[in-house]
């Protein structure tokens, strides 16, 4: 008997997949347990419209985030700090800090995790940060560390 999954199964598949099970698992243990729903037309109709619906709204996003890069591509983020003689910054720019400077001087808002930061800045001058903005859409910003 087909069905379609409700949730994940360890062993069985993952929400929202058709599989093939026994008869009596079907009645007997996922049916019951609100699991599983047969694969007749109707919830097949219903399926369908949710894929189309998921993959809409990630389009939509990937969109938003292709945006976003093109905007971040032409941005050059001042980060003023205090720092010593030799070019050395008291503390260092974190991708916190970036995340914070964008919103407040750019109004875009960026998930601290998404910033690709291996280290923390520690010298001044001009640094290019990758940002992943979304899967397959990475944006570049151009960050220039002034002393104060």
Do not use: C, H
Not at 70 to 78: A, D, P, Q, R, T
């Amino acid at each position: 008997m087909k069905v379609i999954l409700k949730e994940n199964i360890k062993g069985v598949g993952k929400k929202d997949e058709i599989i093939n099970a026994s008869d009596g698992y079907a009645r007997n243990f996922l049916f019951p347990k609100n699991l599983a729903v047969e694969a007749n037309a109707e919830n097949m109709s219903k399926l369908k419209a949710k894929q189309d619906a998921n993959q809409f709204k990630k389009d939509v996003e990937k969109e938003e985030a292709k945006e976003i890069a093109k905007k971040l591509s032409e941005i050059n983020l001042k980060i003023q700090v205090k720092a010593g003689d030799n070019g050395k910054i008291f503390g260092g720019v974190s991708s916190k800090e970036i995340s914070e400077n964008l919103e407040k001087v750019y109004n875009i808002k960026i998930d601290k995790k998404k910033i690709e930061l291996k280290e923390t800045i520690k010298t001044l001058g001009t640094k290019n940060v990758n940002i992943k903005l979304y899967e397959g859409v990475v944006g570049t910003l151009k960050i220039e560390i002034i002393g104060g």
